[in-house]
Nanobody
């Protein structure tokens, strides 16, 4: 049974930092590219960052380049999103996603709110 446990979201002031974690189980984690997406109220879900199976390649949305860092630990089946210099426009529900050759799995999401 595929399962994700996302954590690390919450309320933070502008300029602050958060680290999101996504613990995966029920599939061969190291065979899947991992991504973080986000969806703000009234907006479509958008890709934030992607990391390849071995962690050697990472891609980011222009809006988060230089502020967010995606990483993974295949031994622990974990993917992380370090978010720095957070701004109100980063407020959204953040989802982790696993993409393999045949299957795609989504986490349940964690809320990030940036507000003073």
């Amino acid at each position: 049974q595929v399962q994700f446990v996302e954590s690390g979201g919450g309320l933070v002031q502008p300029g602050g930092s958060l680290r999101l974690s996504c613990a995966a189980s029920g599939f061969t984690f190291r065979h899947y590219a991992m991504s973080w997406y986000r969806q703000a109220p009234g907006k479509e879900r958008e890709l934030v960052a992607t990391i390849t199976t071995g962690g050697d390649n990472r891609n980011y949305a222009d809006s988060v380049k230089g502020r967010f860092t995606i990483s993974r630990d295949n031994a622990k089946s974990m993917v992380y999103l370090q978010m720095n210099s957070l701004q109100p426009e980063d407020t959204a529900v953040y989802y982790c996603k696993a993409r393999g050759s045949w299957y795609t799995y989504w986490g349940q999401g964690t809320q990030v709110t940036v507000s003073s």
